[in-house]
């Protein structure tokens, strides 16, 4: 079983930051963060195995956002900079313990959080 609890989420203006931070109990080889706006699909913005440190991330956060794994405090991490008005969403942490899947399908994913919102105005 592992559990994910996420936290970090808010308001900020477009051209702000925001971390997000994902506490993870149990074992898991993949941690994935994703976003979902209302009324679109959950789309992988994220992703990183946790034994290798091997990340993924979607062409629209490619230099504005960064994954990364806190081992000791069991944490995986999102920094978000330079957010525009489309990165807002309700982001959930998922996680899983297989290897080479596609990392960006929410279907893959046996293991969520409960989610955190993300407001970014304009």
């Known amino acids: 079983q592992v559990q994910l609890v996420e936290s970090g989420g808010g308001s900020v203006q477009a051209g702000g930051s925001l971390r997000l931070s994902c506490a993870v109990s149990g074992y898991a080889t993949i941690i994935v963060w994703f976003h979902q706006a209302p009324g679109k699909k959950r789309e992988g913005v994220a992703g990183?195995?946790?034994?290798?440190?091997?990340?993924y991330y979607a062409d629209s956060v490619k230099g504005r956002f960064t994954i990364s794994q806190d081992n000791a405090k069991k944490t995986v991490y999102l920094q978000m900079n330079s957010l525009k008005p489309e990165d807002t969403a309700m982001y959930y942490c998922?996680?899983?313990?297989?290897?080479?899947?596609?990392?960006?399908?929410?279907?893959?994913?046996?293991?969520w959080g409960q989610g955190t919102q993300v407001t970014v105005s304009s």
């Open positions: 998922a996680a899983d313990r297989w290897f080479g899947r596609t990392w960006y399908e929410a279907g893959k994913y046996n293991y």
């Open positions: 990183i195995y946790t034994n290798s440190g091997l990340t």
